[in-house]
């Protein structure tokens, strides 16, 4: 049962599927699903580094953050569904949310996070932890995340200090206790009658299809 509502929290928090080693025997669904995380979280991956976690679909307006919410959902409809078609309509979908993301806090002129060295990582309760450099790095990480919580940013003279006062063997021996499984979210289908995914350029508020002419963003150096 918890592990059943640790599953529904994670898929209504908007997180996508994780990418999953291969296990033989696999179905072609299986194969394909997988191959395909692997493109869908390099995507994540790349707006991640630049923008932050989770930074930009909490600054996009209500209609865009709804669309994107809901294409997360197909994902997670499209990998319970088993059918090809429909998943690699719903993940080149999410794709290119993540660039309408990316354009729209382009043209919004948001700063991105790119020039401060820093390791996010999303928690169970959808806060976002940060380890950065040094507290000058921490200060001019949360002057562009103000929306991440001071106490959840950490530098690793702070770490090095905390080591340093005897915490070190007390965190070892935590660490060794603590598993980290792979999470698999169940979702509940109900998208097998939407044809492919939303719009983000339509004006109104009706859900409607991502244009998939929009041209992507070139490629960071």
Avoid: C
């Avoid at 898929?11 to 669904?29: D, H, K, M, N, T």
């Avoid at 993301?101 to 990582?121: F, N, Q, Y």
């Avoid at 690793?156 to 965190?171: F, L, R």
Wanted: glycine share 6%; net charge neutral.
């Amino acid at each position: 049962m918890e592990k059943t509502k640790n599953r529904q929290a994670k898929s209504i928090r908007g997180s996508l599927p994780p990418v999953q080693e291969l296990a033989f025997p696999e179905s072609e669904f299986s194969r394909f699903w997988k191959s395909k995380m692997v493109e869908l979280a390099a995507a994540k991956r790349e707006h991640e580094d630049k923008w932050g976690v989770g930074r930009v679909i909490n600054l996009v307006d209500v209609e865009f953050r709804i669309k994107v919410w809901n294409q997360i959902e197909r994902v997670w409809a499209a990998q319970e569904s088993q059918n090809i078609d429909k998943a690699r309509a719903a993940a080149d979908g999410m794709i290119r949310a993540m660039r309408a993301m990316d354009a729209w806090a382009t043209d919004e002129g948001i700063a991105p996070v790119e020039g401060i060295k820093a390791i996010e990582w999303e928690m169970e309760d959808g806060s976002v932890m940060v380890v950065v450099k040094t507290e000058q790095d921490a200060a001019a990480y949360h002057r562009t995340r103000p929306d991440v919580e001071d106490r959840h940013i950490w530098s690793m003279q702070e770490i090095a200090t905390m080591m340093a006062g005897g915490i070190g063997q007390d965190i070892a021996r935590l660490k060794a206790t603590i598993g980290v499984p792979a999470t698999v979210v169940k979702a509940v289908s109900g998208f097998d009658d939407m044809v492919n995914d939303l719009d983000f350029n339509a004006k109104d508020s009706a859900p409607k299809m991502f244009n998939s002419k929009m041209k992507p963003l070139k490629k960071m150096e």
